[in-house]
């Protein structure tokens, strides 16, 4: 078992020698410090939400309103935060949620090369975007021993789809993860008010850049003239999905498909009717729909609506404590978005890498002083509305 508490007393050990901590490890702060390191246009793209980004803020602020009971008098001197999924035991809960400007947010450009050293040092696996600036097979081998996942964006062109997910499958990927709520950017006024979509100044399209399928669908290559391989990229991007899809995904991978997005139960219940291996409640951290209502407010019923299936969560976790009441709704694995990418933007690989480990060494210390000494614990105490 991994003591992910024990960095309380490395960063205490090392204060008595005078070190202080590189970085922070609270998300206000590291926020702050991530938003000079990036820059205005890329903080502008990593920040920003949909409209007056009000669904984004109420998908941090709503975990305010669910608590926990401690429990006393239970031995919680060791804990096991381990979980089950697609058949590999991971020692964490966490995973890195597919961030398609990783990329960019690293100083060297190498985020996602950086995210993925960040999963090997941890243990926590990480879903690697489609929109990368590194191709996915470099990403995959740079994750080590840890599983990986891939996110798909479904291009429009189905040779093209079949092109990643074959890749996908031959770098070694765990999982296919289809993202459903993004084949169409909503309405974002920071990058509008900026015109800033750096996927348009050919950031991030490494994927496509490298696929034979793509190539193939240019006259002369990404290199030679990238304007046109670019417009190539932006009429392919985005296919809408429906129902009717699963056959054809089920038909070309046997990844274990993970449908991400899903936020209605009824949604859940299908998804599972039509063969997915999970479910991923999901708003995209605000950035697609505006007046919607925080995930964590929706968890309970989707992880009821889907039964056996394993539910996984993101948007609006910001620390160890929004993890764990994550799981006491039902969550099997939690996904940890802008975080770990303002880690990349402050240090790289061991700065995303720190990030998870301040997450989850809180998530341990919440479950040692609460009498949760097992996830079983923490999804039996369960958490509590406290508004109404
Ligand atoms: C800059 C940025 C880029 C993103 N790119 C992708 C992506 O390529 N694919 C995807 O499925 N989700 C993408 N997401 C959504 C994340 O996977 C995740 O759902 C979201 O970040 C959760 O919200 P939070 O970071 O506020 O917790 C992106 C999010 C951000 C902030
Ligand atoms: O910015 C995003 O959230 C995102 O996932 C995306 C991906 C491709 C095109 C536009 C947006």
């Known amino acids: 078992m991994t003591y992910f508490g024990a960095m309380q007393n490395e960063i205490y050990n090392a204060g008595l020698k005078g070190i202080l901590p590189t970085w922070p490890v609270d998300f206000a702060t590291l926020e702050q410090r991530a938003h000079e390191a990036l820059g205005p246009s890329l903080t502008s793209y990593v920040a920003g939400g949909c409209g007056d980004e009000h669904t984004q803020d109420q998908n941090a602020a709503a975990f305010h309103h669910w608590g926990m009971v401690p429990r006393m008098m239970v ?14 035991r991971y020692p964490s809960p966490l995973f890195m949620a597919p961030i398609g400007l990783n990329g960019e947010a690293s100083q060297d450009r190498h ?19 489609t929109l990368a600036n590194d191709p996915l ?35 070694g990927y765990k999982a296919l993860v289809v993202t459903l709520d993004t084949w169409v950017t909503g309405w974002r006024p920071r990058d509008l008010n900026a015109s800033n979509f750096p996927q348009l100044r050919g950031k991030v399209l490494q994927n496509y850049f490298t696929d034979p399928v793509f190539r193939s669908l240019l006259t002369r290559p990404p290199e030679e003239d990238p304007a046109a391989a670019i417009f190539t990229w932006a009429a392919t991007f985005g296919q809408v999905l429906t129902w009717d899809d699963m056959e054809w995904f ?27 291996d999970a479910v991923y409640c999901s708003n995209h951290g605000g950035r697609q729909a505006n007046g919607g209502i925080a995930t964590i407010d929706l968890l309970e019923d989707v992880v009821k609506a889907a039964g056996n299936t394993p539910v996984l969560f993101d948007s609006g976790i910001r620390s160890g404590t929004d993890a764990v009441k994550a799981l006491a709704l039902g969550a099997r694995a939690v996904g940890v978005g802008r975080p770990y990418t303002y880690g990349l933007a402050l240090g790289g690989a061991e700065g995303a890498a720190w990030v998870l480990r301040s997450i ?8 040692a002083v609460n009498g949760y000494p097992t996830l ?11 508004d109404r």
Request: aromatic fraction near 4%; proline fraction near 4%.
């Open 111 to 129: 985020g996602d090369m950086a995210a993925a050293r960040a999963s090997a040092l941890t243990g926590v696996p990480f879903c690697a975007s």
């Open 137 to 171: 097979e470099d990403v995959k081998a740079a994750c080590g021993d840890t599983p990986a996942w891939f996110q798909l964006y479904t291009p429009r062109n189905r040779e093209l789809a079949t092109s990643l997910i074959r890749r996908a499958e031959e770098a």
């Open 360 to 367: 989850l060494a809180e998530a341990d210390l919440l479950m």
């Open 376 to 386: 079983a614990d923490v999804r039996k105490a369960g958490a509590r509305r406290t």
């Open 250 to 276: 089920k038909s070309v991978t046997k990844l274990p498909i993970v449908l991400k997005g899903i936020c209605h139960p009824d949604d859940a219940r299908r998804a599972v009717d039509c063969g997915a």
């Open 75 to 88: 031995d919680c001197s060791e804990r096991d935060l381990s979980i089950e999924l697609f058949g590999h």
